[in-house]
């Protein structure tokens, strides 16, 4: 298969692109290269065959009609989006341009190339969500692909915006869509602003470790390469028109996953132990969701798929990984807003 990855320079679409590269698929990368994206994290399959790199926006229909027609794909996965809440509150536009903008002119380059080919059944574009589109869940109760959209920052607005453009093009054009949420993912390559990265960093730099609020919120963590093999079973198999949810079924409070983090650093780390003396309570989020959680039955009844990775397994890959990696993230630090508390202006 030929699949034109949009966002490929980024945390989930490198994975997908190393994943997709190594079992065979040939692949296309557009990426715009913005602030959170770095060429190095698909440095591992730029020299393969079956890698090519294209340097595009995806609010630019004249260069995705020429890519379109230049590599001929199989399938499109849509990965490419503005994706930190917080710089959402300070910069909402940035999101509406992106994330719904972008998702509508991909969309319409797609459906143009669909046609153009004789509409082939077995064209796939393949629509890469949140589970944040849900909104915020109590103490109990779990995501499914019928929960009622209700999200809460513009960063969740933009992105149900996308899922209702694509799930549209599907009903009135016919496009062969699939779409899939995820809940929050982590692992290698993770940009320096997100929480996991940012904990192993300050931890790492003595400096203080920021918890938004008292840390009770609650997320389900996802390691990135089981999320990767997830997107590829879903566009290889998944059903047209159907989404599916995709957890890590990985339920922990921001606290509790920061606490972890800080005892694997002081078992990597002794000198500088303990790691969670660093803990700082700071002012929360705006809006801050209280709690997402994932049902997964779906994909797993359907597909087959569970993840592979628990989180303690996978916490201590990342911070393994943080640690050996220096080269790569040192150079990330200097970009704008990283090592800045973002998302206070409201």
Not at 12 to 35: K, P
Not at 127 to 138: A, F, I, K, P, R
Not at 191 to 212: D, Q
Request: hydrophobic fraction near 40%.
């Amino acid at each position: 298969m030929k699949i034109l990855v949009t966002g490929g320079a980024g945390f989930i679409g490198s994975a997908v692109i190393r994943l997709a590269v190594t079992r065979g698929h040939e692949v296309v990368n557009l990426d715009a290269l913005t602030y959170a994206a770095c060429l190095d994290n698909v440095a591992s399959v730029a020299d393969s065959a079956l890698y090519t790199f294209e340097h595009a926006d995806i609010r630019d229909r004249a260069a995705l009609d020429r890519i379109f027609a230049a590599h001929q794909p199989d399938a499109v996965m849509h990965l490419a989006a503005e994706s930190h809440v917080d710089r959402s509150i300070d910069g909402p536009g940035t999101f509406i341009e992106t994330n719904i903008t972008g998702t509508y002119t991909l969309l319409e380059a797609a459906r143009s190339y669909w046609a153009e080919q004789g509409r082939p059944d077995s064209f796939r574009f393949h629509h890469v969500s949140t589970d944040e589109v849900y909104g915020s869940l109590g103490p109990k109760g779990k995501f499914t692909e019928d929960t009622p959209y209700d999200p809460r920052s513009p960063y969740s607005a933009s992105k149900a915006a996308s899922d209702h453009l694509v799930r549209a093009w599907s009903e009135t054009y016919g496009l062969p869509v699939v779409l899939s949420n995820c809940s929050n993912n982590y692992g290698p390559f993770h940009f320096p602003e997100k929480l996991i990265p940012v904990v192993i960093l300050n931890a790492l730099h003595g400096r203080e470790i920021p918890v938004y609020g008292a840390g009770e919120n609650v997320r389900d963590w996802l390691f990135v390469e089981d999320h990767a093999d997830a997107l590829l079973q879903v566009l290889n198999r998944g059903t047209v028109g159907r989404s599916y949810n995709i957890g890590g079924e990985n339920e922990a409070r921001n606290i509790d996953l920061v606490r972890m983090i800080c005892a694997i650093l002081d078992d990597r780390r002794p000198d500088a132990a303990p790691h969670d003396r660093l803990i700082t309570f700071v002012t929360d989020r705006p809006g801050h969701d209280a709690r997402y959680a994932i049902d997964p039955t779906r994909i797993a009844t359907e597909l087959g798929w569970r993840p592979s990775v628990t989180l303690q397994q996978g916490l201590k890959r990342t911070v393994d990984w943080y640690l050996e990696n220096e080269d790569w993230w040192r150079a990330l630090l200097d970009r704008q807003g990283v090592g800045q508390r973002l998302g206070v202006s409201a």
